[in-house]
């Protein structure tokens, strides 16, 4: 989605579409709308809506290019419906979510795109640095062309400005490291936040409560409006005045007017007002009650120390001090008075309740005094005022982080005794995403007059992703830290917590690590990546089955084969080897002859997000959904079968039977047929279920065969088993022998035996056809992946039916063409033909190296793990055939 801002004179137009995914824009439009009059419309914003039909271009990206034309279509439309008007646009800005922010920055690398339509994009939860879920190679192939296009056009593009905001850690469905704009950083022309760092609003959002929160809008109105030069009523084209004014709306904000200049000449009135010098260090002013009025304006003045008394810094903070302009530098004093000082406003931050500075005294050693104003004003609400020299060493305070792997058992604290108003607890290596703490922070005072508050803040210097939490004096708070992005390898800076706190107060600091925390922190980063080890652990369950086959003759239950081959040692070291290899240039020599994609995991290694022991991790994680999959599927083909055993009688299963029959080839040929002219995931949804049938009926004939068994004498063959009449007829005669036992008179074993029985069977055709059904079942477990994968397709194919039939592009037209050939061998398949199988050794050790090579290849890129569950499955047909 999208939304084309522009500028323009006189008559007041807002061209919205109502539907519920375009309320932030509606939510814009109606907020810019009242900006406008209460301006007097001197100018205002036009807003517009791009549907681009709720396509799933998230999952399926094939479209992408498409809704990239059409936004260049309806930009030029735009622009040319200003045509001939005074003062008509030039360019328009544009605020995408999601996806729509990816498309914004896609229109560049038209070859027909004007860069100068575009002054500024505005990007909310949009994952610039890659895909959440690389589903297919349309997706990944549009990313790398829009990434590599700004990274070597960096210079080209310098003008164009980008603020990209990121929801935090509310946001499940886009993490906020991925909404990071990729750049070479020589221009300053992007500027990447997260939600709970932006002034005024400080939370955290969801992927969709980003685009309408209240706060985001309010702040993204103001700075379009900052943003207009007022001599072309136009978005300004100087780029830095644009970042200027991003950074005042949504770093640090101050409350006086980004336009101004921030350190103005002022001139004093002298005598007319209060002077007060303050000869302290630490100065406190608390306002008359409500609604008092000054009768003169006061300055207080406080000196700047001299270089023996070693203080760094002043820091100053106020409570609803409504004046905007309140602290100044003075460059020329007489007598107590000021004469002409420097407005310094400007550096101020907003910080919840306070407004607060913190200034370098070195870096304004010029000026003779720092002047505080009270306005005389009327007082609607009773402020307070305090200020303190001090030194920030000795007020900065280091203290180690516990280890990950202590669970929350290993405590750090920390002890203040608070005599000022600000202080710093560093946490030393705290540098990595899978790291996170709970942090308890403990406030008690012994003697306070009226309500207090403090301000906590965990800040990250790398990035814009700072937390902030207000609590009252004395409390119990409890923050998490947590990373969204890895520090930089050429940092050294370190994450630590302000704690603008009460004075004369005592604070204690308790700092463990948080394992529900640390769990989702590696699902948040790691989590996507859990399917290419589940099936990685299905494969591995296969090649031991394949292996048991040809050693013993036999096939291993799914569980029991699980448990001896998922062993992640037989995996990651050799991924992690031929990591370590390519740094060598004759390895990467080798790498390239043989035309080997990138491993996975040096994509990871850029983003600061790999490590070996979560590899590991991941592994038993997919090997114990795995097990847990393995026997719900296992318990639910038992239900499904009873259930068929009840509509359908069933059948023997027989040894030899025709791989490849007419009515089989009949199917396949329908499938490729359906293939060709819709979509290649409906062929794998039809074909799935007709072999998910297959499987039932295939159980249920198994366990009938095995109630045969069982009903018969306990020997090798039982040619003369009795039926039920014969039965009856032995019993109306009195006969003492009973060659069928007891069990007839089982209500169970009675169905049983109208089963349609050959002449002869046997324990081996049971027990080959047992193997039958284990190797099917894990061909099943196989081919649910293989659906979850082309889902995706599925759905955008059947949302666009009415406007065609056929998915173009389809991911999945090949892998499906070469897996319904597949199947139609696989369905008629038996483990007697495998086992005389010339390929079956070889099929078997093959499934370890496939494994290996998925981890390798397929970790970020899930659209390759179907080629490989492909290309296994048609090795096992192979074996079916020779």
Request: charged share 15%; proline share 4%.
């Amino acid at each position: 989605m999208g939304c084309v801002v522009r500028v323009r004179r006189k008559q007041v137009q807002h061209d919205l579409h109502v539907r519920v995914p375009r309320i932030s824009f509606r939510s814009l439009g109606s907020v810019a709308l009242r900006k406008a009059e209460n301006i007097h419309n001197k100018f205002h914003f036009d807003f517009y809506s791009i549907d681009f039909n709720e396509e799933l271009v998230a999952l399926y990206g094939g479209s992408l290019e498409k809704q990239t034309e059409f936004v260049h279509a309806c930009i030029k439309v735009i622009l040319k419906s200003y045509k001939g008007q005074k003062g008509a646009p030039s360019n328009v800005a544009i605020v995408g979510h999601s996806m729509g922010g990816i498309v914004a920055r896609a229109l560049f690398t038209l070859p027909n795109f004007k860069s100068t339509l575009i002054s500024l994009i505005i990007t909310q939860a949009t994952p610039h640095v890659a895909p959440v879920l690389i589903l297919d190679s349309y997706l990944i192939d549009f990313y790398t062309t829009v990434n590599n296009h700004w990274i070597l056009n960096e210079e080209t593009l310098r003008n164009i400005t980008i603020l990209s905001m990121g929801g935090g850690f509310r946001d499940y469905q886009v993490r906020s490291g991925l909404t990071i704009v990729p750049s070479l950083g020589l221009y300053n022309n992007t500027l990447n936040v997260v939600t709970s760092a932006v002034p005024r609003a400080w939370v955290s959002t969801d992927h969709l409560c980003i685009v309408w929160c209240k706060e985001l809008v309010l702040a993204t109105v103001r700075a379009f409006f900052d943003l207009v030069d007022h001599n072309t009523n136009q978005i300004t084209m100087d780029l830095k005045k644009i970042m200027t004014v991003l950074h005042h709306h949504f770093v640090t904000y101050s409350e006086k007017d980004s336009e101004d200049n921030p350190e103005t000449s002022v001139s004093f009135p002298g005598s007319a007002a209060t002077w007060s010098e303050i000869n302290t260090y630490e100065w406190t002013y608390n306002s008359p009650q409500f609604s008092a009025r000054l009768p003169k304006a006061s300055y207080f003045i406080l000196p700047l120390p001299s270089e023996e008394e070693l203080y760094s810094n002043l820091y100053c903070r106020t409570t609803n001090l409504e004046s905007s302009d309140w602290i100044y530098g003075c460059t020329l004093i007489n007598q107590s008075v000021c004469q002409e000082g420097i407005d310094l406003t400007g550096e101020a931050e907003l910080l919840k309740m306070y407004k607060i500075v913190n200034f370098n005294v070195e870096k304004y050693s010029s000026f003779s005094h720092f002047v505080i104003h009270v306005s005389k004003a009327r007082v609607n609400k009773q402020f307070r005022m305090e200020c303190e020299y001090l030194t920030v060493k000795s007020r900065t305070m280091s203290t180690p982080i516990t280890n990950v792997l202590s669970f929350g058992a290993t405590v750090h604290r920390v002890l203040i005794n608070s005599t000022g108003l600000i202080h710093y607890v560093q946490l030393q290596d705290f540098n990595e995403i899978y790291q996170a703490f709970e942090i308890h922070v403990e406030s008690q005072c012994q003697s306070l007059h009226g309500k207090r508050a403090d301000v906590y803040r965990f800040h990250v210097p790398w990035s814009h992703e700072d937390s902030v939490v207000t609590t009252s004096v004395p409390s119990s708070t409890v923050i998490y830290a947590k990373l969204h992005r890895a520090r930089p390898e050429n940092d050294s800076s370190v994450p630590e917590l302000q704690l603008h706190t009460t004075r004369n107060c005592q604070y204690e600091i308790t700092i463990r690590t948080s394992f529900c925390q640390v769990l989702g922190q590696l699902f948040r980063f790691h989590g996507v990546y859990l399917p290419t080890y589940v099936v990685a652990n299905i494969l591995l369950v296969f090649g031991r089955q394949l292996i048991h086959l040809h050693n013993e003759g036999n096939c291993l239950d799914f569980t029991i084969a699980l448990h001896a081959a998922a062993k992640p040692y037989k995996v990651i070291p050799f991924v992690n080897l031929a990591a370590f290899l390519l740094r060598y240039e004759w390895f990467q020599d080798v790498w390239s002859i043989l035309m080997l994609p990138e491993i996975d995991i040096l994509i990871l290694n850029e983003q600061g997000i790999s490590s070996s022991a979560i590899s590991i991790l991941l592994f038993v994680f997919g090997t114990a959904i795995v097990h847990w999959s393995g026997i719900f599927f296992s318990l639910l083909l038992k239900q499904l079968s009873s259930l068929w055993s009840l509509f359908q009688r069933p059948s023997v299963v027989k040894k030899e039977n025709g791989l490849i029959s007419l009515q089989s080839s009949c199917v396949v040929i329908f499938f490729i047929i359906i293939i060709w002219t819709t979509c290649g995931a409906v062929a794998l949804i039809f074909g799935y279920f007709l072999y998910l049938l297959k499987v039932i009926s295939l159980q249920a004939s198994v366990q009938a065969m095995k109630g045969i068994l069982n009903l018969a004498p306990r020997v090798e063959t039982v040619e003369n088993i009795p039926t039920s009449s014969s039965v009856k007829e032995e019993e109306g005669e009195g006969e003492e022998e009973d060659t069928s036992g007891t069990a007839s008179d089982s209500p169970e074993e009675s169905d049983q035996l109208n089963l349609e029985c050959p002449n002869w069977l046997s324990l081996s055709d049971v027990d080959d056809a047992v193997d039958t059904l284990k190797i099917y079942i894990t061909i099943l477990h196989l081919l649910n992946w293989m659906m979850l994968f082309s889902a995706p397709s599925f759905i955008y194919w059947l949302k666009n039916l009415r406007y065609a039939r056929r998915l173009n592009p389809d991911p999945c037209d090949i892998v499906a063409t070469i897996l319904v050939l597949t199947m139609g061998i696989l369905i008629n398949s038996h483990s007697t033909s495998v086992k005389r199988s010339k390929l079956l050794k070889y099929t078997a050790r093959i499934q370890l190296i496939l494994v290996i090579a998925m981890a390798a290849f397929g970790l970020v890129h899930l659209y390759r793990i179907p080629y490989f569950i492909t290309f296994s499955l048609a090795l096992y047909a192979l074996c079916c055939l020779i």
